[in-house]
């Protein structure tokens, strides 16, 4: 089993992330936040942490 990376209220930057598309992410207990590291003070899409489980699931 893999160690879960995410720290709560801690951003952390994908490991999957190239230089041009930069994703990071924050966990607590009530969501995971999803955010462009190159725009820090941009929109946050907030989805429930049993979502972000289903996408790593699938897609990690």
């Given at each position: 089993?893999?160690?879960?990376?995410?720290?709560?209220?801690?951003?952390?930057t994908?490991s999957?992330?190239?230089q041009?598309?930069c994703?990071?992410?924050?966990?607590?207990?009530?969501?995971?936040?999803?955010?462009?590291?190159k725009?820090?003070?941009?929109d946050?899409?907030?989805?429930?942490?049993?979502?972000?489980?289903?996408f790593?699931?699938t897609?990690?």
């Amino acid at each position: 089993m893999k160690r879960n990376p995410l720290r709560h209220g801690v951003w952390v930057t994908s490991s999957r992330s190239q230089q041009v598309a930069c994703v990071q992410v924050r966990a607590s207990e009530t969501s995971v936040d999803i955010r462009d590291s190159k725009q820090r003070f941009g929109d946050v899409l907030n989805v429930s942490p049993g979502a972000w489980t289903a996408f790593v699931r699938t897609f990690g």
